[in-house]
């Protein structure tokens, strides 16, 4: 297992992770069943919904196989897939500038993946500070993954 720890600027609440030679455009893609999820899905792209608009950290693990997931660790958990055909991984928010992003080389394929967010709910009252974390496990899979919640924090439950 490879694990990077990253400070990714979320403006609008999103980091996007994708591959490097896909489009990575969720401007349709965040209807209320995302917000509720926390996550979306497009194609050779994951985009991750944060607590807040400012920096945050993030944890990208690149895994050999699946990993046991103790689902009690963390608030809000989802399970997804995302096609990495390139053997790059880019991880950003949606207005960094997208030659300076962080590029992690992997094996290209198919990858599953969960999200696991935590300290949602830790935001101070104007949401620029907070101990938000989030963590997302990448291994190749040879069957491809829906997007599923896995467990609701209630945190983007509006409806």
């Not at 209807?31 to 400012?54: L, S």
């Not at 709910?121 to 829906?146: F, H, K, M, P, Q």
């Not at 467990?151 to 409806?159: E, L, P, T």
Request: proline share 3%.
């Amino acid at each position: 297992m490879t694990a990077y720890k990253l400070e990714i600027f979320a403006d609008y609440n999103q980091v996007y992770l994708h591959d490097e030679s896909a489009e990575a455009d969720f401007a349709d893609s965040w209807d209320d069943k995302a917000y509720k999820n926390m996550a979306a899905v497009i194609d050779g792209a994951i985009g991750v919904a944060t607590a807040r608009n400012m920096d945050v950290p993030v944890e990208v693990l690149i895994c050999e196989s699946e990993q046991p997931l103790d689902i009690e660790a963390w608030e809000h958990a989802v399970s997804c897939g995302v096609e990495l055909c390139s053997g790059v991984l880019v991880v950003r928010g949606p207005s960094d500038y997208l030659p300076d992003a962080k590029r992690i080389n992997v094996k290209p394929g198919y990858y599953a993946a969960h999200i696991l967010y935590k300290g949602l709910n830790t935001l101070s009252e104007d949401g620029l500070e907070g101990g938000d974390y989030y963590r997302i496990v990448l291994w190749l899979s040879a069957t491809t993954v829906e997007l599923k919640l896995l467990k609701d924090s209630g945190f983007n439950g509006q409806s």
